[in-house]
């Protein structure tokens, strides 16, 4: 079965560093399609972060370019958003997700399929 699990949310103060991270079961990355990060803010429908797809290219929003980082590890079996010079406005729940189609069959953008449980992050002034 495959599941993601987040972790690492928590509270920071402006200008402060998070390093979310998503343990991966089930889902080999190298034969599908790409994993991404969302985040859903109160009040807001849940909104593109950042992605990684199979040839291991990172794609970010431009509220977060230059600021966060996303990565692979552990044999792609964790999936990392590091997260720096926060600001209120990144204040959400996180999701990781997965694109659950397999190479061969891959859209122009991470598609995903499958999500994790969401992490919170809180950024106070």
């Known amino acids: 079965q495959e599941q993601l699990m987040e972790s690492g949310g928590g509270s920071v103060q402006a200008g402060g560093s998070l390093k979310l991270s998503c343990a991966v079961f089930?889902?080999?990355?190298?034969?599908?399609?790409?994993m991404a990060w969302y985040r859903q803010a109160p009040g807001k429908e849940r909104e593109f972060v950042s992605s990684?797809?199979?040839?291991?290219?990172?794609t970010y929003t431009d509220s977060v370019q230059g600021r966060f980082t996303i990565s692979l590890a552990n044999g792609d079996r964790t999936l990392y958003l590091e997260m720096n010079n926060l600001n209120t406005d990144d204040t959400a729940v996180y999701y990781c997700?997965?694109?659950?189609?397999?190479?061969?069959?891959?859209?122009?953008?991470?598609?995903?399929?499958?999500w994790g449980q969401g992490t919170q992050v809180t950024v106070s002034s």
């Open positions: 089930g889902y080999t990355f190298s034969n599908r399609c790409g």
């Open positions: 990684i797809d199979r040839f291991r290219s990172a």
């Open positions: 997700a997965a694109d659950g189609n397999y190479d061969g069959r891959c859209g122009r953008k991470v598609t995903p399929t499958i």
